[in-house]
């Protein structure tokens, strides 16, 4: 009896060290990169949670800003430089990791509420239309409170009581380990492929056969059940929000790779672009063309490169000085 009592006292005792360890990390170091609104007065790191930081940094720069580029990770391509140049307006590029047309809802409705937008660029992940929404228990991928709505309270309270040993652990590891000293949430391009062109600069056969090569065979999402009713009725709420502002809203689709177009099921891809265009007229890059077919246009399977994204823009403004591939970028309309 006695040494069950000593078991279930040191079972507590484990648990009381755990569980104050685990809060140590969480607010000393940030380790999910959510406190840097200063409610806790702790240093960041800026890429772990690549959503709240720029959330944060445009609540104190939007009058920098007049237009916005918003999507996934996909969309991290895109130069402000190269969208202002073309529009003459002032771009921020809004896109955030794992995003999908939820989070371009909930975005798109906070910055129309609080500033005047000239322009809006939205690109659809069309093989988003098997998700909605589903990173909102994320701890990493969650957005600000101030767009999903939840009470500030409620919100750092799970960042600050998490149990996720490991999860915690990996993000301290990163906040101490990794070399992103010069990263800045507003440079006019994502470190992530900066990088990758760097890496096919040195040595592209390597990369291609080795980086691509094991990014293709990451498991893919679970094509079975779509949502694509979720996904157009938060197309209408952003085409009605944007008209009742006199914001100009340009959509664009992805250029998916010909590897995870042919995963999508047919009857799914075309009832989606079709419902798409009922909204309103659309650059449609999701086609099996001479870009999307060669593998050199991407990093992995699902990530097309910053001279795809260059491309694309040329298109979509009619650079003639850059010449794109006639079968890529199709303007759909109903």
């Keep these: ?51 709240i930081n720029k959330f944060n940094y445009l609540e104190k720069n939007y009058n920098k800003y007049d237009s916005y580029l918003i999507g996934g990770s996909r969309a991290l391509v895109f130069k402000e430089s190269d969208l202002n140049r073309y529009t003459k307006n002032n771009f921020y590029n809004y896109a955030g990791i794992r995003s ?60 600050t009581f998490s149990f996720d040993l490991i999860k915690t652990i990996t993000n301290y590891m990163s906040l101490k380990y990794m070399d992103m000293k010069n990263i800045k949430i507003s440079s006019d391009e994502f470190y992530l492929y900066t990088k990758y062109e760097e890496l096919i600069k040195e040595d592209p056969s390597t990369f291609f056969n080795g980086q691509f090569s094991k990014n293709l065979y990451i498991k893919l999402p679970d094509y079975k059940k779509n949502k694509i009713k979720q996904n157009i009725d938060a197309l209408k709420e952003i085409k009605k929000l944007t008209d009742q502002s006199n914001t100009n809203l340009i959509v664009i689709t992805a250029p998916l790779n010909h590897f995870i177009y042919h995963k999508i099921k047919k009857e799914d891809l075309e009832l989606y672009l079709s419902q798409i265009k009922e909204i309103t007229p659309f650059w449609n890059f999701t086609t099996i063309n001479s870009i999307t077919a060669d593998n050199t246009n991407y990093y992995d399977y699902s990530h097309f490169r910053i001279k795809v994204g260059q491309l694309m823009l040329a298109k979509i403004f009619k650079d003639e000085t850059i010449i794109v591939p006639e079968d890529f970028g199709i303007y759909t309309e109903k």
């Excluded at 380790?31 to 200063?38: A, E």
């Excluded at 909605?132 to 767009?147: A, D, F, G, I, T």
Aim: hydrophobic letters at 40%.
């Design 100 to 159: 999908d047309m939820y989070d371009t809802l909930i975005t798109i409705r906070y910055l129309l509420e609080r500033q005047k937008v000239k322009m809006i660029i939205v690109q659809i992940g069309i093989d988003d239309l098997y998700l909605y929404s589903e990173n909102n228990e994320n701890l990493l991928q969650r957005s600000h409170y101030k767009l999903i709505q939840e009470n500030k309270y409620t919100y750092y309270f799970k960042y």
């Design 1 to 51: 009896m006695i040494e069950i009592k000593k078991f279930t006292f040191y079972q507590f005792i484990s648990f009381i060290f755990i569980t104050i360890l685990l809060i140590f990390l969480n607010l000393k170091y940030d380790t999910y990169g959510v406190f840097s609104d200063k409610i806790i007065p702790y240093p960041i790191f800026d890429t772990i949670n690549l959503r």
